[in-house]
């Protein structure tokens, strides 16, 4: 039995959905530990920040350094396999983190409201982007941030910080295991 010429094409056509989507949903698995580690970055500082709003300051310090160290953790353990892994996620965490000081610096002063907000849009805005790439769950997952801060920044500023405990650190948490179900 011998294959048609447009048999064997459209055979050709499914090989490469199945190949794009087995990758898509790799990927969705490999993101998806990142997304559960920043969303208890999210509520550890912004918990924290509401809680005790003058040492604010050191809260995310603290929860940043925790959160950086796991991201490296968490690459130099991907399947992919080297330390390589590890040091591209370190380096991405701190080129974000050099970025929004280096914005805080040139747009200063802000409020704490307007800088509690600004990382979540932020984050927003890169999810999204990759989304463009890796898939629609990110998408999904970027627009749900954009959102869900902006409803809050701008109907609830008095308790904005708990709000993005629960909200932004529970949404990037469910997002993750979202992820991690493709």
Sequence with gaps: MSLTPNEAAAALRDIETVGRRSGQAFGYRYSGP???????????????????????????????????????????????????????????????????MATYAVMWPVSPAQQAAFVPLLAAAAYSGVGLWAGARWIVAGVGIA???????????????????????????????????A
């Design 34 to 100: 990142y997304f559960v580690t920043w969303g208890l970055v999210w509520v550890a500082g912004y918990t924290g920040t509401d809680l005790l709003p003058h040492y604010a300051g050191t809260i995310w310090i603290a929860s940043l350094i925790g959160g950086l160290i796991a991201t490296t953790l968490l690459g130099a353990r991907q399947p992919k396999g080297s330390r390589k892994n590890g040091i591209q996620a370190f380096g991405v965490v701190a080129i974000a983190f050099l970025f929004i």
């Design 147 to 181: 959102v869900l801060t902006l409803a809050g920044f701008f109907l609830l500023q008095q308790h904005f910080s708990l709000y993005m405990a629960v909200v932004g650190g529970g949404g990037l948490i469910l997002a993750g295991l979202w992820m991690r179900s």
